[in-house]
Nanobody
């Protein structure tokens, strides 16, 4: 069983920055593919960013809507994944969820409870 706890959400003005954190339980965190997703009111949940390790190399992936503004990173010693969000826009307003793919890289099998990010114009 893996538990994920997000933090760092809040209210920020357009153009501002926030850093989300997701603390994970589990003894093999370094082997998990970790992702961030978001869901805005009335919309479906969408992919934001993901990061996975292959040996000593880390690979990151981003949706087109956040590429160049958001950065995903991880600290395996702290069992934590981060999402640095810069140049925030009102359309980034959503509940942000952390997810872990612990068995198959294409399947996220654990999810956090979400943290609200609100960007005012």
């Amino acid at each position: 069983q893996v538990q994920l706890v997000e933090s760092g959400g809040g209210l920020v003005q357009a153009g501002g920055s926030l850093r989300l954190s997701c603390a994970a339980s589990g003894r093999t965190f370094g082997s998990y593919k970790m992702g961030w997703f978001r869901q805005a009111p009335g919309k479906e949940r969408e992919f934001v960013a993901a990061i996975r390790n292959s040996g000593s190399t880390s690979y990151s992936y981003y949706s087109d809507s956040v590429k160049g503004r958001f950065t995903i990173s991880r600290d395996n010693a702290k069992n934590t994944v981060y999402l640095q969000m810069n140049s925030l826009k009102p359309e980034d307003t959503a509940v942000y969820y952390c997810a872990a793919a612990t068995v198959l890289v294409g399947t996220y099998d654990y999810w956090g409870q979400g943290t609200q990010v609100t960007v005012s114009s």
